[in-house]
């Protein structure tokens, strides 16, 4: 039985956009899409979802979709030309002009977030500069701190502007509600600073009437605190450690550290956990990993991410399919020699029936030696809690819910199904599963299941049977 616990996921792109590929990169070992609504429009989204369920249905593997806002990612207009700048130049920029002189358009209006003194970094940092005068309305001025170059449409970064929550753009609440229309699992806000954040998302959702979760992206500043980074956590279904604009705004040498501190207060609050960001950038034009962007993906296995992510590697690379299986197989060999990491804190903060229940379960699981826990669950909360302690066997997650399923695609370990409710539901599907010989040769196989007396009843988990599956069907 070959089952990675660590999952991927891949962003879609011009050099995957067909059904085809969507299909090879399933079959590769992708368990999630990314749309990129930065780039993306709806009418690509209703091309390529349905590519996604066509594919997952015919492969019988359901795969969550994840619909990826761009929220206040702030940009340079359109320049006449690229323009050299030196240290101690100053620049305007105006969020009402065109590019004439030392005047540069931009894409957002700074004037009514900055203040004096603040650091503004352009071009992934490349051109760094401080915030000499709040102008008008619309225009602020610069002081270039280093030689550089400016571009059109370079991205710009504020690590120690407030957004004052104000961090959904039209564009992005119209995304939102094309996605509650859509068949989306997973909606990914940019530059979270807050709960807050997360909570009006949430309640937009609701109104919406979408069943999406929520996935938190760290990329900010003072989304890192740690007392600001806890609540995040908490407030949302997920975390993505959004490794590109954080190295800008915080430094890259915090990048790490914040990463595994990610990882263990979600694995300590049941939350997924997503790292993202150059994972393999260099099969963006090579068809094999550098040495150390394996060490980079291992590392996140060894730390327990629930997924990792591809970006342009799949979007626009020369070699998207070979780079999820280079990641596959890196995953698969990782998991198979070094255990994840043992973290003291995990769910200490949440005890409840179901979390005492699961750790149960994984610690008889694990005793007993047997082939997989099997977790009855409606919600999917059952199969993240057991997932939160990362046993080292399949959790295979039987729902009636189709959404619950696709979610739980990217969840840690958790191979999912859907099966109507029922008292025998689990123990259905991992008899299925042996006579197929999904669990391997033996003529015996044991699994555990954690189900509840009232199945399709949410939050009713309460039991734990060992059920031995018997001899296979011929």
């Not at 931009?106 to 709040?134: M, S």
């Not at 309305?137 to 710009?156: F, P, W, Y």
């Not at 069943?211 to 980074?229: C, G, M, N, S």
């Not at 956990?273 to 291992?298: H, N």
Request: hydrophobic share 45%; charged share 25%.
């Amino acid at each position: 039985m070959i089952f990675k616990r660590t999952k991927i996921l891949a962003s879609v792109g011009p050099p995957v956009d067909s059904y085809e590929k969507i299909e090879e990169l399933m079959h590769a070992g992708v368990n999630g899409f990314r749309l990129n609504f930065s780039h993306a429009k709806p009418e690509d989204a209703e091309r390529q979802i349905p590519w996604i369920r066509q594919a997952s249905a015919k492969a019988r593997k359901p795969v969550a979709i994840l619909q990826d806002l761009q929220g206040p990612k702030i940009r340079l207009g359109n320049l006449n030309e690229n323009v050299a700048v030196s240290k101690g130049d100053e620049i305007i920029l105006d969020y009402a002009a065109e590019h004439h002189d030392n005047v540069y358009p931009v894409q957002y209006n700074l004037a009514e977030k900055v203040k004096v003194g603040e650091p503004i970094y352009i071009f992934d940092g490349k051109v760094r500069t401080t915030v000499i005068e709040v102008m008008s309305e619309t225009a602020i001025k610069l002081r270039i701190e280093n030689d550089g170059v400016l571009m059109s449409r370079k991205g710009i970064n504020l690590p120690d502007t407030d957004f004052g929550g104000d961090i959904l753009t039209p564009k992005d609440i119209a995304d939102i509600e094309y996605g509650a229309k859509a068949d989306i699992d997973y909606v990914a806000l940019s530059f979270v600073q807050s709960a807050d954040d997360i909570n009006t998302l949430r309640q937009m959702l609701v109104e919406l009437g979408s069943a999406a979760q929520i996935v938190a992206k760290i990329e900010t500043k003072v989304a890192i605190q740690p007392d600001v980074l806890r609540e995040i956590v908490k407030a949302s279904d997920g975390v993505m450690v959004a490794r590109g604009d954080l190295a800008v705004e915080a430094g890259a040498e915090v990048v790490p550290v914040v990463q595994r501190q990610i990882i263990e207060l979600c694995r300590r609050y049941g939350k997924l956990s997503i790292v993202a960001t150059q994972m393999m950038a260099s099969m963006v034009d090579a068809p094999e990993p550098t040495r150390a962007e394996v060490s980079d993906v291992a590392t996140a296995v060894i730390l327990g991410a629930d997924a990792v992510m591809l970006s342009d590697e799949t979007a626009n690379g020369k070699f998207p399919i070979e780079t999820v299986a280079a990641m596959k197989k890196t995953i698969l060999y990782t998991q198979e020699h070094i255990p994840v990491a043992t973290f003291d804190s995990v769910l200490i903060d949440s005890i409840s029936r179901r979390n005492a229940i699961s750790a149960a379960a994984v610690n008889i699981a694990e005793q007993l030696n047997v082939k997989a826990i099997v977790a009855e669950t409606k919600s999917g909360a059952t199969a993240v809690s057991i997932a939160a302690f990362r046993p080292n066997l399949p959790i295979i997650s039987v729902t009636s819910e189709i959404r619950t399923a696709q979610q739980l695609a990217l969840s840690y370990a958790n191979k999912s199904f859907v099966h109507p409710d029922g008292e025998k539901a689990g123990y259905d599907v991992a008899k299925r599963l042996n006579d197929e010989a999904f669990f391997g040769d033996e003529d015996t196989t044991s699994v555990v299941i954690v189900s509840g007396l009232q199945p399709g009843v949410t939050g009713e988990t309460d039991t734990i049977r060992v059920r031995v599956l018997g001899q296979k069907s011929l």
